[in-house]
């Protein structure tokens, strides 16, 4: 009895050091940026069990300074640097890797209007700039004869400085209308030809806006326009097909782009070459990657054990081979395929 009973007790000790124990290589890692992935990047976050990691959707350009002071783990952003770039510390050497995408879905409140107006790249870019104020402008209505439009001012809202939506949408427009450059990329804020209306720092904040207004416009995520009650428009693609957005829609669309290869000391490396002129049948044309800003090893560091960074690699890692193509249809984000996962993944494993 007694050896059955040391037996026991043995046994137990066991199960509770296991549940008060933690693995040694556990860590707790913390991430800002892009508020266009914050759906995504939330729902990886919540269902990953291996380390700690929290995320908080601030914007991109907060995502990449904050990444460049060595104030997180890593970064997220939907463009890469173009300037201030880690020089010291401990992401000095790092690496920008895509991890997914998604559209960019126009959304509105125009009412008496469900979803589906039809727009193009033209009409968006009046709008922003204020060369079309009315939802009854002719060019709207031309394209929507069908639809009882309002005869009410257009309530533009759009995405504040440093916001990696806005420089994708700002690079959509040069290409495929012209007379958007960087002295008037949205980026930079509004007026002197640039973009008209009313500014919000994140893509939560600007979809509660249209949501809470009558006859607004604005641009963020399928993720919050999926979740906010606006109506979500349709946006003529390089092949003059009318295309709501959507994760099969923006797939389409994101597997016909090329990746750069990945070198050490180009800042562009590793990231996604976007023609928005690109021809792709059904494909909706404002799909836009979002960028992981990691630390890279070099030489022997490899072998290191500083636990967050391994938590940094193993997250990624979670989130391009498990969560994303998992979560992320439902979501309104779509995963990356083909060559590029591949190389993608070349780049995680560089991660240290």
């Given at each position: 009895m007694r050896n059955k009973l040391a037996t026991i007790a043995a046994a137990a000790a066991v199960v509770a050091g296991l549940l008060v124990s933690t693995p040694a290589y556990a860590a707790s890692i913390s991430a800002k940026g892009s508020s266009f992935a914050n759906g995504m990047l939330q729902a990886c976050t919540a269902a990953y069990t291996t380390h700690s990691v929290s995320y908080t959707s601030t914007g991109s350009g907060t995502g990449r300074t904050e990444f460049a002071a060595g104030n997180i783990d890593f970064g997220a952003s939907d463009v890469p640097y173009t300037s201030g770039f880690p020089t010291t510390g401990k992401n000095a050497r790092y690496l920008t890797i895509p991890l997914f995408g998604g559209p960019v879905a126009f959304a509105y409140s125009a009412v008496g209007v469900n979803d589906?107006?039809?727009?193009?790249?033209?009409?968006?870019?009046?709008?922003?700039?204020?060369?079309?104020?009315?939802?009854?402008d002719a060019a709207i209505k031309t394209l929507n004869p069908k639809l009882k439009l309002p005869k009410k001012t257009i309530k533009v809202a759009y995405r504040a400085s440093g916001s990696g939506t806005n420089s994708n949408l700002t690079e959509y427009l040069r290409q495929t209308v012209g007379g958007?450059?960087?002295?008037?990329?949205?980026?930079?804020?509004?007026?002197?030809?640039?973009?008209?209306?009313?500014?919000?720092?994140t893509s939560q904040l600007l979809a509660g806006y249209i949501e809470d207004n009558s006859n607004a416009f604005g641009y963020f995520d399928l993720s919050d326009a999926i979740s906010a009650d606006v109506a979500i428009a349709k946006l003529r693609n390089a092949a003059g097909a009318f295309v709501a957005p959507s994760s099969s829609a923006a797939g389409r669309f994101l597997s016909a782009q090329s990746i750069r290869p990945a070198s050490e000391g180009d800042a562009l490396?590793?990231?996604?070459?976007?023609?928005?002129?690109?021809?792709?049948?059904?494909?909706?044309?404002?799909?836009?990657p979002v960028y992981a800003l990691a630390p890279r090893y070099t030489g022997s560091e490899r072998t290191s054990t500083d636990a967050s960074k391994i938590a940094v690699r193993d997250f990624l890692n979670y989130v391009v081979k498990t969560c994303v193509p998992a979560k992320a249809a439902s979501l309104g984000y779509v995963p990356v395929g083909g060559a590029v996962r591949t190389a993608v993944l070349k780049q995680i494993a560089l991660v240290g």
């Open positions: 589906g107006l039809n727009l193009t790249p033209e009409i968006i870019s009046g709008i922003l700039k204020g060369t079309i104020t009315r939802w009854d958007w450059t960087a002295s008037n990329n949205m980026a930079t804020g509004a007026g002197a030809g640039g973009v008209v209306g009313t500014s919000f720092a490396g590793g990231t996604l070459n976007m023609d928005f002129t690109k021809v792709v049948s059904g494909a909706y044309q404002l799909t836009i």
